[in-house]
């Protein structure tokens, strides 16, 4: 909020978020590795800044990175406590900081709650020194969970979303983790992002052969690496952000074992100068260049919505209007112009997307059924609807992801005039292979909807 605050709702803004983060990212990445010396730190904050710069225009403001740079702080708080134990005893504030930036991390994703007994296991096994650490800060632990979330009750009492909240994690969650899933081996494979494997291998291969995990600072590091690639087998789609966490530490852990191997014996420093030739000659420069070749500015999409509201009048649109769209942009049009919807239904994939388990069905009827009602208690004049297809087929500008859905498909066919088809003719550079953004449809009221 205080970023788009500051500086308006254009690709600036993103580009701020981002930058921000990972600048928080680089000092926690330095402070987890101050003991080991400078380099690892500048080699992990720097490949991972590049990786995900190289994901594409469209990895802009990703919660996954919020959520990785949370963890990154909470990894920076711990080791600096497990460094210093006897000194920083009487410091419990660093504990209570560590524990909510790990909560708050949790609020992005559930799934970073495992890491607290995943951590505490690791500790209690490889640290037998510092276990007292653990109750004599657990008021403090206890302090930095509840906190975040009593925040996140009086935030949503206040803006009375605490029922929409509770809908949202019965139904809308399930459905969502039941959509567009692949499979587990096809998951694990793509665990470690494709641009990283070479450099990976050579790691492993250094690592089986130098022991790592015996190493209590890693062994916590490798813990947080399992732990995010168990959450990106969880989530099932294979996303490239959702190896943000994951990647985060893996690239810590390859950074220190690299820098220690170069003082190790013969086989050693012959691995860690093929990792490291292959991180400065391959990996580094070709995200510089698949980042050149990205189209930061384009926005063409919402531009052309934004400009049909603006011949019709923007002020015949404010709550009069309802996007089906995913992702596409018909949103953002709305945000920039300052118009709100008909109705606060946002994702039209849970409306529209096949799905296959019984149970699945069940939220999405239900969720189709609180639509419709919203819909009718509030008829919009206007409906846009973008050809982002929700992953069911490459947008062919066909729209048919009406047809999964009978019911609003006549509805619209009976009660709307289709009044302007956009479809745009210049390829945007977003990630990978420039292609064409989608386009839109404007449908007008014509009688009222029944």
Not at 119 to 127: D, E, G, P, Y
Not at 412 to 417: D, G, H, K, L
């Amino acid at each position: 909020a205080l970023v788009m605050h500051l500086a308006g709702t254009g690709p600036l803004t993103w580009r701020l978020w981002d930058w921000s983060l990972s600048a928080v990212a680089g000092i926690s990445i330095w402070k987890i590795c101050q003991p080991y010396g400078n380099f690892p730190a500048l080699f992990a904050s720097s490949l991972f800044l590049l990786i995900h710069g190289r994901d594409g225009i469209i990895e802009l403001g990703q919660r996954d990175l919020l959520l990785t740079v949370l963890i990154l702080i909470s990894y920076a708080l711990l080791f600096t406590l497990l460094r210093r134990p006897n000194v920083l005893l009487g410091r419990g504030y660093l504990a209570f900081l560590g524990s909510a930036s790990l909560t708050c991390a949790a609020l992005v994703k559930p799934f970073a709650l495992l890491l607290f007994p995943a951590l505490a296991l690791c500790i209690f096994l490889t640290r037998t020194n510092v276990r007292h650490l653990l109750r004599r800060f657990y008021p403090h632990l206890k302090l930095g969970v509840v906190l975040p979330l009593l925040a996140t009750y009086v935030f949503l009492r206040r803006w009375h979303a605490d029922h929409a909240f509770v809908d949202v994690m019965a139904h809308l969650a399930p459905l969502h983790a039941a959509i567009l899933r692949k499979p587990l081996h096809v998951l694990l494979a793509h665990s470690i992002s494709s641009v990283l494997r070479p450099l990976f291998f050579v790691w492993l291969l250094l690592c089986v052969m130098r022991r790592s995990w015996s190493n209590p600072d890693l062994a916590l590091l490798l813990t947080g690496v399992a732990v995010g690639i168990f959450s990106f087998c969880l989530q099932g789609r294979g996303y490239p952000y959702h190896r943000y966490p994951s990647e985060a530490l893996l690239l810590v852990v390859i950074g220190i074992d690299l820098s220690s191997a170069l003082e190790g014996d013969k086989a050693s420093r012959w691995l860690s100068y093929a990792g490291l030739a292959f991180a400065v000659a391959c990996l580094a420069p070709g995200s510089v260049r698949a980042m050149r070749h990205y189209d930061w500015r384009s926005n063409v999409l919402d531009d052309a919505i934004q400009a049909e509201m603006t011949n019709i009048g923007t002020s015949h649109f404010n709550r009069n209007v309802q996007c089906l769209d995913m992702a596409g942009g018909c949103i953002t049009a709305l945000w920039r112009a300052h118009i709100l919807q008909s109705s606060g239904y946002l994702y039209d994939c849970y409306l529209f997307i096949p799905v296959q388990s019984e149970s699945a069905r069940r939220e999405q009827e239900w969720y189709r059924e609180g639509f419709l009602q919203a819909f009718r208690q509030h008829t919009p004049q206007y409906l846009i609807v973008t050809s982002d297809e929700c992953g069911i087929v490459n947008s062919d500008f066909s729209y048919r992801k009406l047809t999964y859905w009978p019911e609003l498909d006549t509805l619209i066919r009976s009660n709307y005039q289709l009044t302007r088809q956009w479809t745009p003719d210049v390829k945007e550079g977003w990630q990978g292979k420039p292609a064409l953004p989608y386009g839109f449809r404007l449908y007008t009221q014509t009688t009222p909807a029944h």
